[in-house]
């Protein structure tokens, strides 16, 4: 594994600022981009870069509408995802945002991802962090009071509730442990604190009840860090084991 950059938090437009080194890398030639869990809306700011835009998601009213009304996507997939159409070593770039949490047999889908990486290629992941207070919260809430919590708490624009499934990948030693049985090289890996309710209606109830949490668990589940980024590189080298 490569030297790891750690950052506290999330520092600026991290994921477009690596785009377009890679784009200039390929000396302008054009990427070819996934965006994996496309319903959510999250785009890269990558302007002045030439690429390509493929997006999937699952087939979930709310997700399938949501992709529906994207503009910026050249072709577009939803559907079970372990069955994607992903052929290999397609994208120079695969963007996953909030999207590990909410599968189940996540493992297979992000092998799934990283095949159809080009070697050399870049996998961009934000997810919410298991081990957070806000993590736990999520995966612990019924359903059913999920979604009375969306309604109260989550910004209007927000696409949800999603299901909470949060296997271990979705974890910062989870998704460690598994760059390193692929050989994917960690580039960055950052904190943030991005969870809907703590930019929703009453974000100040929202972070007490985290505290609350944090409190409770004894500091094992912070209440100040609920998002990780990764800047991972698939390496071109050939002796490293083929995914």
Request: aromatic share 6%; proline share 6%.
């Amino acid at each position: 594994m490569s030297e790891v950059r750690w950052w506290p938090e999330t520092q600026g437009d991290v994921f477009g600022h690596r785009i377009r080194e890679l784009w200039t890398e390929q000396l302008g030639r054009r990427l070819d981009i996934l965006i994996a869990g496309c319903g959510r809306g999250d785009r890269v700011a990558i302007e002045r870069v030439d690429i390509r835009v493929t997006g999937i998601d699952e087939d979930i009213p709310v997700l399938r509408a949501a992709v529906g009304r994207r503009v910026d996507l050249d072709a577009r997939f939803v559907g079970d995802l372990r069955d994607a159409p992903l052929l290999p070593r397609t994208f120079d770039v695969v963007h996953a945002a909030f999207l590990l949490e909410r599968l189940r047999n996540a493992e297979l889908v992000l092998d799934r991802l990283v095949n159809a990486l080009r070697p050399g290629g870049l996998l961009l992941i934000r997810m919410r962090d298991r081990t957070s207070a806000y993590g736990f919260c999520d995966r612990v809430t019924p359903w059913w009071l999920r979604r009375l919590l969306w309604k109260r708490f989550a910004p209007p624009e927000a696409v949800g509730p999603l299901p909470a499934i949060y296997e271990q990948v979705a974890s910062r030693e989870g998704i460690h442990s598994y760059c390193l049985m692929r050989g994917l090289m960690i580039a960055e890996d950052y904190s943030g604190s991005s969870g809907p309710a703590l930019r929703g209606r009453h974000p100040r109830l929202a972070r007490a009840a985290l505290r609350v949490v944090e409190h409770l668990s004894g500091q094992r589940l912070p209440a100040g860090r609920d998002e990780i980024t990764l800047v991972i590189r698939k390496p071109q080298n050939h002796f490293a084991r083929l995914i």
